[in-house]
């Protein structure tokens, strides 16, 4: 196939595949910012280096290749990404909460809609909403560059192994040792850090679960949140680097820190999809009565039973600008 070296042809060719691109290095990455910006240079590489296509070579493996590169020279001048409770040590619910670290070192969410439509290879070792979880990420950060490139190659995309040989100029025999590397590595962090890695059901039972949920926010019901919780549940709020262990945990905290003070409306939940999980973007209303963007809650679920909240907070509202949400509810 000939590309004329008109942008607007170019922005068509590359289009379809803008959304997976983005996806991938989210993945490499861990930060849909970090993602954003090395789609960008990405396609301006590509861009620039049009004439090196040659006729006989996949548009979309050649993108993934210089998608993969960019991401892999930013991880050089990066900090690995992560969440509190791998980080700092669950926090006494009475406490007072420390301060917000601003810096880029935790992972963030992804709203469902980059996925929408995707499907794998048939090969993939991942489901899709699985390959792009908040576990799956946080095991993926523990991996060094390459080998995080190998296995989202390999197992997430379904890509052979001599296609990621060519794509990362590696031999065939380098790429198989980085990917049972990088499998031993994930299996010692999954058994220390069982209780993330689980499958999210599906059945009827999780949209009762999801409602109780909505309403124990929405009435400031700390008794009726803790109901749902399982009894090891954890409790995060990114950037905030303090977290909650336990049902009797976070039922002290919401009551001395988040519920106190409220009544009935002062919460309102909107039910979205995030990082293959269900989400909630939630409002809190101030003292004016006006509904302001508060936090992203990302739920983990097992047996019907709430396992994680990730409750990641928005100081700016451009958390929710990422899921097309208004600031004020």
């Known amino acids: 196939m000939a590309y004329s070296g008109d942008h607007d042809d170019f922005q068509r060719l590359i289009d379809p595949y803008q959304h997976e691109l983005l996806v991938h290095c989210y993945r490499i990455l861990g930060s849909f910012e970090d993602a954003e910006d090395a789609l960008q240079e990405a396609l301006l590489r590509a861009w620039r ?3 090196s296509l040659k006729a006989a070579t996949s548009l979309r493996a050649w993108l993934y290749r210089i998608a993969t590169n960019v991401s892999l020279d930013m991880l050089d001048t990066r900090k690995v ?3 509190p409770n791998v980080t700092h040590p669950a926090a006494e619910a009475d406490a007072p909460l420390p301060a917000a670290i601003s810096e880029p070192i935790w992972l963030d969410p992804l709203p469902d809609t980059y996925i929408d439509g995707q499907t794998l290879s048939p090969e993939a070792r991942y489901e899709i909403h699985e390959s792009i979880s908040l576990a799956f990420l946080m095991a993926l950060q523990q991996l060094p560059g390459k080998q995080r490139a190998v296995l989202i190659l390999r ?8 296609e990621v040989a060519d794509l990362l100029e590696m031999s065939v025999v380098a790429v ?12 010692n962090y999954q058994a220390e850090h069982s209780g993330q890695f689980i499958g999210q059901d599906a059945n009827a039972e999780i949209d009762d679960l999801l409602g109780r949920y909505v309403l124990a926010w929405e009435t400031a019901d700390s008794i009726r949140l803790i109901e749902l919780l399982r009894e090891d549940a954890a ?3 990114p950037p905030i680097p303090a977290w909650f262990l336990g049902r ?5 905290f919401l009551d001395h820190f988040v519920f106190a003070g409220q009544k009935q409306g002062d919460f309102r939940l909107v039910a979205i999809h995030a990082n293959g999980c ?6 809190q209303r101030d003292q004016a009565g006006v509904y302001q963007a508060s936090a992203i809650h990302i739920l983990t ?4 039973q709430i396992t994680q909240i990730d409750d990641f907070l928005t100081f700016d509202g451009r958390l929710f600008e990422r899921f097309n949400l208004p600031k004020f509810g």
């Not at 269900?278 to 409002?283: D, E, L, M, N, S």
Request: aromatic content about 6%; charged content about 20%.
């Open 278 to 283: 269900p989400a909630f973007a939630t409002y």
């Open 248 to 252: 009797a945990s976070i039922k002290a």
């Open 235 to 237: 409790l995060t709020m």
């Open 155 to 162: 197992d997430v995309l379904g890509w052979k192994a001599q």
């Open 49 to 51: 280096g049009l004439d």
């Open 301 to 304: 679920i097992q047996d019907n």
């Open 81 to 83: 990404r992560s969440l």
């Open 176 to 187: 198989n040792s980085s990917l049972q590397r990088a499998h031993a590595t994930l299996k």
